[in-house]
């Protein structure tokens, strides 16, 4: 799906919620549905650092997009891992690399953002970049 | 709300009034802050000591003629002598002015790092925050000497035993502290100072969280070095101070060169000035030490007997209503410590936790409290911790739990 109407669809989505805890607990219930990491990506070199909890991002290449695959001990963590999941995995790298992340702001998650945030949204964020940076290269090669 | 079990007049409203942060509101929530052992809230009383040097006597110290340079010296000195006396130091030239805890830790390690060898052991406890074992560890690689550790009990007091059994060792220094972070356990430092001079080891305690509950008796204790910072005791941050025997003082080698610290430099030699300067090279955080004077002005004019009685009030009122919560593990001792309460919900994690609690208003902290090591003693990826000044209230920590039963509901 295309990357822009995935951004408008979760905007949509989280629009419907008037305060933040029906915004928290739908967080939560995408957290719950993340698919399973496959157990052999669990490990400590896929640990992003920089977060509070624990979250262990996996990414593939499967014909030129970028798969990615994640879980986390920290629920709301897990939510918002599975908020860039379902925006940038399937998706060419050059897309991941040019989509800014402003849909957080608008689903009304801005305070996440902050670099200073223990929960380690701007580290996940720049991962997802680095893998995407890697691939591209990899695919021009 | 009156405080009508204790003995003394504890007027817990007419305190909260001193401290202005604790009427705003977070998240559209009165403020809840229950993260007192990371740092406390400052007064009015120290705010307006704060506003008063900025406005009126700003000046740099000890060398000035001028009548401001004069008078911001007088303040400065005075709440060296306040120190003193809090603490009940021989001398007021044996509390040395730092930037807080860490530096006057680093400042003892750094000292000792001329007169250990690699033939030397030096004891550290395992209950300690980081600040507390890596200037240890970096003493150790610089010098070759041995770092061992006092281990924990399941209980997670020190285990006294194999203390015991170290001290055979001969060591030369013991650092513990008086109080863990993470766990509020009250580490029986009495006992533990009079064994280590038995066979001739100094003893350091780090007394950063307990000070705000306690007021510890430097001669009393007979304690080599003892180390606190202003902001958890009601001063701002960026200043603390460093407690040492007179002796130990003339011993140790000057930790940083600069201005205030000399007497007479030649570029073949510098003679060094007399104590305390020798240790407080630079121009020192002046408006700093004199608000940490009036923040223990501020907590004596209180009382520490009151603040320690009506604290413990609120943590026996919140261990029993904590534990009303389902799944509930509250970590270290049962009895003999301070306010400080870290634990789990089973199946919620402690981040999870404390962004929902936030949202309710409720400061609390969560991860690992500096203390990775007392983290994998429990096997744990870290504690939520509510810690509980005597500005708070029982009312409060009803709130507390209520958010917590809130979001322990809205996370499993």
Redesign the interface.
């Known amino acids: 799906m295309n990357i822009e109407t995935i951004q408008a669809d979760l905007i949509d989505e989280f629009s419907i919620f008037d305060d933040w805890m029906e915004r928290y607990e739908y967080m939560i219930e995408l957290g719950k549905s993340l698919p399973m990491i496959a157990s052999e990506f669990k490990t400590d070199d896929n640990i992003i650092k920089g977060c509070q909890s624990k979250v262990w991002l996996h990414a593939e290449l499967e014909n030129d997009t970028v798969v990615f695959t994640a879980d986390s001990d920290a629920i709301i963590t897990k939510g918002i891992v599975a908020i860039l999941i379902r925006v940038f995995s399937n998706q060419s790298p050059e897309t991941i690399l040019k989509t800014n992340t402003d849909f957080i702001d608008e689903i009304g998650l801005k305070e996440h953002l902050s670099p200073t945030r223990a929960n380690g949204l701007v580290s996940m964020i720049k991962k997802i970049k680095m893998y995407a940076l890697a691939y591209q290269t990899q695919i021009g090669l | 709300m009156k405080n009508q079990s204790s003995n003394t007049v504890f007027d817990v409203d007419t305190i909260r009034k001193d401290f202005p942060i604790l009427s705003r509101t977070v998240?559209g929530k009165p403020l809840i802050y229950l993260d007192n052992a990371a740092t406390s809230q400052t007064p009015q009383q120290v705010v307006d000591v704060i506003v008063d040097y900025y406005s009126n006597y700003n000046a740099n110290i000890h060398r000035g003629v001028h009548s401001l340079s004069q008078e911001a010296t007088d303040k400065y000195e005075n709440a060296r002598r306040t120190i003193q006396q809090h603490f009940n130091a021989a001398h007021a030239h044996e509390i040395i002015f730092t930037s807080g805890t860490t530096h006057s830790i680093n400042l003892v390690a750094n000292g000792f790092a001329s007169l250990l060898n690699a033939n030397d052991t030096i004891l550290v406890s395992a209950l300690e925050h980081h600040s507390n074992i890596v200037p240890w560890q970096m003493l150790c690689e610089k010098t070759k000497a041995t770092l061992k550790v006092i281990p924990m009990t399941s209980e997670g007091d020190l285990d006294m035993k194999v203390y015991d059994e170290l001290l055979l060792l001969k060591p030369k220094l013991v650092f513990v502290n008086h109080i863990s972070n993470a766990l509020g356990t009250i580490n029986p430092i009495e006992e533990m100072i009079q064994k280590a001079h038995h066979v001739g080891a100094a003893i350091l305690i780090d007394g950063a969280q307990a000070c705000p509950h306690i007021k510890p008796d430097v001669q009393k204790l007979d304690v080599d070095f003892y180390v606190t910072s202003g902001h958890k005791m009601c001063g701002p941050t960026g200043v603390g101070m460093l407690y040492a025997k007179e002796s130990w003082l003339h011993k140790l080698p000057p930790y940083q060169g600069g201005g205030e610290m000399i007497a007479e430099v030649t570029f073949e030699k510098t003679t060094y000035a007399g104590l305390p300067h020798k240790f407080e090279a630079g121009t020192p955080n002046i408006c700093g030490g004199i608000a940490f004077g009036a923040a223990i002005d501020y907590m004596n004019s209180i009382g520490f007997e009151a603040i320690a009685a009506y604290e413990h009030e609120l943590l026996e009122y919140a261990t029993e209503k904590m534990n009303t919560i389902e799944g509930m593990r509250i970590y270290g001792p049962k009895t003999n410590k301070t306010s400080v309460i870290s634990f789990n919900i089973e199946g919620v994690?402690a981040?999870?936790l404390g962004?929902?609690v936030d949202?309710l208003g409720i400061a609390i902290r969560?991860?690992q409290h500096c203390a990775q090591p007392i983290m994998d003693f429990f096997k744990i990826?870290?504690t939520a911790r509510a810690s509980f000044s005597f500005y708070n209230t029982k009312k409060e920590i009803d709130t507390l739990v209520e958010g917590l039963e809130k979001a322990a509901m809205?996370?499993r």
Request: charged share 15%; hydrophobic share 25%.
């Open positions: 998240n994690h981040y999870d962004t929902i949202k969560t991860g990826s870290g809205m996370l």
